[in-house]
Each structure stands twice: as structure tokens, then as C-alpha cells.
């Protein structure tokens, strides 16, 4: 079997090869998202958000054991924190969690974590983990971006965006330990390819996310 980080290589080799400009945010940057639009974004996350907290807590319950139960846990705590963090951009947008939960979500937007609820339930300790791997850093650069151009061009103070800012820096000690759980699922008889894949998959569903949310503006 290929060492563990040639597994992590493949992925991030694979997913550079289908990486695309993100439409959404690049017209944040430019100031030309409606405000309406970031209403949706704040639904869209809440739903996304809560959805994800439950697919960890799961993961946590089928894999109790170190690595992966520590992973698990942890991540469900942070949707937890993150969920927590967003009622403040929605503050800033004056919305409140009542609104959120009544927001109607798009299909397209939640076919995300529709997928890491389908593998939180069916998959292997290793493909959540090799997704967060392979998928990190990009994740990591949008949200950042979305961060800067909130508070650039929009006008948020930091706190609206501490949502953001969160996800935007992923801990060494949460790669630390999706690593071990990696290398521990393999281990054990996971297959790399399928995590592979898994990774590749949430790497296109957080894209459509994206997408979703810049369907229909009008801008060039």
C-alpha cells in the first residue's frame, strides 16, 4: 500500500485538475453581491452548518475509538462553535436564528453536506478524513477571502465575520489527527481510492455551493 502521503498527494493532485475560479466570491471582492445574496449565504450556512455538526457526531458514534473518535469529536464541536459564530454575521445582516431556520435552502447549495451525511452514515473513518486533508487549503483561502471582502467592501466589523475566520484556520492539531486517522483507517483495510474519491467529491460539491449561490447575478 502507497505511504500515507502519497494518498494525501493523489488527492491534492486530483483536485487541482477539476479546481475552478470561485464566480461568488470573486464578485464579493469587487463589492457586487447584493445584499440580499449574503441573506442567502447566511441560510445556506446555517443549514449547511448543522447538517455537517450531526454527519460528525455520527462519524464519532461509529468510530468511538482513537484516532478517529478524537477527530470526530473534535469536528463536531467546531460545527458547534461555527454554528455559534455565524448568529453573529447574521446579527450584522438583521437576521436572527428563527429566520435562518425558516430559510428555504436551495438544492444545489446543500447537495454538500447532503454527501458528507451519505458518508458519515455508509463510508469509511478515512474518507472524511483524507477529504479534510486534500481539501484544506483551498477551503481555508476562500473563506479568508470571504472574510476580507466582508469587512472590505461591505463594511462588517471583525466580529460579523469570526464565522469566516474560523474556518478559514484549520488547527495543525486537527490535521494531526485526521492524518493518524487516516493512516489508522488504512491500516485497518480502508480503501485509499475510495477516500480518494470522497475527497475529490466534496471537493466539487463545496464548489457548487459556491456556484449556487452566484446563479442569476446579473453581472458580467
Known amino acids: 500500500m502507497h505511504p500515507i502521503a502519497d494518498v494525501i498527494t493523489s488527492a491534492q493532485q486530483q483536485i ?75 446579527a450584522a445582516l438583521g437576521t436572527d436564528e428563527e429566520q435562518l431556520r425558516g430559510y428555504e435552502p436551495r438544492p444545489p447549495a446543500q447537495a454538500y453536506p447532503a454527501y458528507l451525511a451519505q458518508s458519515a452514515r455508509y463510508g469509511a473513518s478515512s474518507d472524511i478524513a483524507l477529504a ?54 488504512v491500516a485497518g483495510g480502508d480503501d485509499p481510492a475510495a477516500a480518494i474519491r470522497c475527497a475529490r467529491t466534496v471537493h466539487s460539491l463545496e464548489g457548487e455551493f459556491w456556484n449556487c449561490l452566484a446563479r442569476d447575478l446579473d453581472v458580467p
Not at 156 to 184: G, M
Open 16 to 90: 487541482a485538475r477539476q479546481a475552478q475560479p470561485n464566480r461568488f466570491v470573486g464578485l464579493l471582492e469587487h463589492g457586487q453581491v447584493p445584499r440580499e445574496r449574503l441573506g442567502r449565504l447566511a441560510g445556506e450556512l446555517y443549514q449547511l452548518v448543522s447538517s455537517d455538526r450531526r454527519s460528525m457526531a455520527l462519524l464519532a458514534s461509529r468510530f468511538p475509538s482513537p484516532p478517529a473518535g478524537d477527530l470526530f469529536l473534535t469536528m463536531a464541536e467546531g460545527e458547534g462553535l461555527a454554528l455559534g459564530l455565524l448568529m453573529d454575521f447574521a
Open 132 to 185: 479534510l486533508l486534500a481539501n484544506v487549503r483551498e477551503s481555508g483561502e476562500t473563506y479568508t477571502r470571504v472574510a476580507d471582502a466582508l469587512v472590505a467592501q461591505y463594511g462588517f466589523q471583525e466580529s460579523a465575520v469570526a464565522h469566516f475566520r474560523f474556518f478559514a484556520d484549520t488547527p495543525r492539531s486537527l490535521l494531526d489527527q485526521a492524518e493518524a486517522t487516516l493512516e489508522s483507517g
